[in-house]
């Protein structure tokens, strides 16, 4: 019987030694996991030695340290920027960009914020534009600003590891009084050009006319016939057509001849 307890009490301590090593081992090699959208650095004694996959992985604490970096698709805001035109008009504009990191190592190590670095690209890119072209030509070439903006800050986005996936405006604001005049600009444009379809379309209706009376002057019997042709197209009507008069008719007297 107490042999029974004595390997009891020896197997309990033994249990319980196992289980405070495996709380050691796991304190200090602790088990790090690296999800799908991200990647790991591993630092060895403050060195880097290499990036980590999707995956668990156990370290040292002592002596190995792993930084993890999201790899998904992120947007940058760049907003309240007020930025003079070519023709000295000042615009208040913003900008939102998507971008991922495509090298950690580079993107980490590389720059000291590689967030930072993407911004002031950005932000000197869109100076750049803006203050290239003169108002008028900024809101005909909108739609396209974003990807000359985009072009002109990738090289700097890859210097720092990541890829410049697009650049859109979120708000180009004019001066309040700059926005009455292009409003009314807009509005006497519009004018002109109904007053010039009203003019095309009277000068095609003249046209018509005119070619339908060289017709006429050259067919005069057209006239009579149309004139038939819209009667006859109407109901209720009336026609009374002159007739010539009759040939007057000299009576022949017979008689015998003297």
Do not use: C
């Amino acid at each position: 019987m107490s042999t029974l307890m004595s390997f009891t009490l020896v197997a309990i301590l033994a249990l319980v030694a196992a289980v405070i090593i495996l709380s050691m081992i796991e304190r200090r090699f602790p088990r790090i996991t690296v999800l799908e959208f991200e990647r790991g650095l591993r630092y060895h004694r403050g060195r880097f030695t290499g990036v980590l996959q999707p995956g668990q992985y156990r370290t040292s604490v002592a002596t190995t340290a792993i930084r993890k970096v999201d790899v998904r698709p992120k947007v940058i805001a760049i907003s309240g920027q007020e930025v003079l035109t070519a023709d000295g008009v000042a615009i208040k504009v913003s900008l939102a960009a998507r971008y991922r990191v495509v090298d950690p190592a580079l993107a980490v190590n590389g720059v000291e914020n590689y967030e930072i670095a993407l911004y002031t690209a950005l932000q000197l890119a869109l100076r750049s534009a803006i203050a290239g072209a003169p108002v008028e030509s900024l809101l005909q070439s909108r739609s396209t600003l974003g990807k000359d903006i985009a072009e002109q800050a990738a090289p700097a986005a890859t210097t720092a590891g990541l890829e410049l996936l697009s650049a859109d405006f979120k708000d180009l604001t004019l001066p309040g009084d700059l926005k009455k005049i292009f409003t009314q600009v807009v509005h006497a444009r519009q004018e002109g050009l109904a007053a010039l379809e009203k003019a095309r379309g009277e000068t095609a209706a003249l046209r018509h006319l005119a070619n339908a009376a060289q017709l006429i002057d050259r067919n005069p019997n057209l006239m009579q016939l149309r004139i038939l042709q819209a009667f006859g197209q109407q109901s209720g009507n009336t026609l009374v057509l002159g007739v010539p008069p009759a040939a007057q008719i000299v009576p022949v007297q017979s008689g015998n001849a003297e």
